[in-house]
């Protein structure tokens, strides 16, 4: 029984250590850091990256704010809140990305359907209007014709003088 009295020691001493080490150990991240490093790996791999790369990169600056704040203060409150604020940059830059490509493809849709169109058909085509509110576009959603110009309007004439009543 002499030897139980070390061998005691040493087993109080190992169990010392190992309480120590885990007493020691770093927290884990918030499960919205976790949350928040997927959210961004989602939207790096998805159309964000070549949509919006703007939005992708303030979802990227969040997270880094995050994990800031997870190496000063593992598992607080400001952790938590930083990274939800991440994923949900994360998350804006996704779906961003996802209406840009949308609205890319309708517009390449859009330019393939018009490069098949017979001339024939392009004449009775209105084309959209990119002025604001000039006398022509309010008359079209009115149904309205647009005004003739006036006599003395030389715009459409060519500046050259204006008619007299019998068209000389």
């Known amino acids: 029984m002499t030897h139980s009295a070390p061998l005691r020691a040493v087993i109080a001493s190992s169990l ?9 150990a770093s927290t884990g991240p918030t499960p919205e850091l976790v949350d928040a490093r997927k959210a961004y790996r989602d939207a790096a791999a998805s ?10 990169a303030a979802a990227h600056q969040a997270l880094e704010r995050a994990e800031v704040a997870h ?22 830059a996704m779906a961003q990305g996802k209406a840009a490509a949308a609205k890319h493809r309708e517009d390449l849709e859009s330019a393939v359907r018009l490069a098949r169109m017979d001339i024939t058909e392009l004449q009775g085509v209105t084309l959209p209007c990119q002025c604001k509110g000039c006398k022509s576009c309010k008359s079209r959603k009115s149904g309205k014709k647009p005004s003739k110009p006036s006599k003395n309007d030389i715009r459409s004439s060519g500046g050259a003088p204006p008619l007299d009543d019998s068209g000389h």
């Open 16 to 24: 010392a250590c190992v309480l120590a080490t885990v007493g020691c």
């Open 71 to 92: 190496r000063d203060k593992p598992g607080s409150k400001e952790e938590a809140q930083l990274a939800y604020l991440a994923s949900r940059k994360a998350q804006i």
């Open 47 to 56: 159309d964000a990256a070549q949509n919006t790369p703007v939005d992708l």
